[in-house]
């Protein structure tokens, strides 16, 4: 199965650095996103925001997840 395109692209522009390559190790996870409505009236900045909000929530919530089994 083929990755999700965005998790593809991130792959791809890291692994051109040749410094990071060299020098980290690389571990991406991608999750679905539900969007919000299209609304032919609502403007783009505002469903790029409502997208945005829902990749920090998973993320905050990944992050909190790892903290706590760490501990």
């Known amino acids: 199965m083929e990755p999700p395109c965005v998790?593809?692209?991130i792959r791809e522009q890291l692994e051109?650095?040749?410094?990071l390559r060299?020098?980290?190790v690389f571990k991406i996870n991608?999750?679905?996103l539900k969007l919000p409505a299209a609304d032919c009236q609502e403007r783009v900045?505002?469903?790029?925001?409502e997208v945005a909000d829902g990749i920090v929530e998973i993320t905050m919530t990944t992050l909190r997840?790892?903290?706590s089994s760490t501990n």
């Open 7 to 9: 998790e593809k692209r």
């Open 16 to 19: 051109r650095s040749e410094r």
């Open 22 to 24: 060299h020098n980290c």
């Open 30 to 32: 991608s999750v679905g």
């Open 45 to 49: 900045e505002k469903l790029v925001q």
């Open 65 to 67: 997840r790892g903290e």
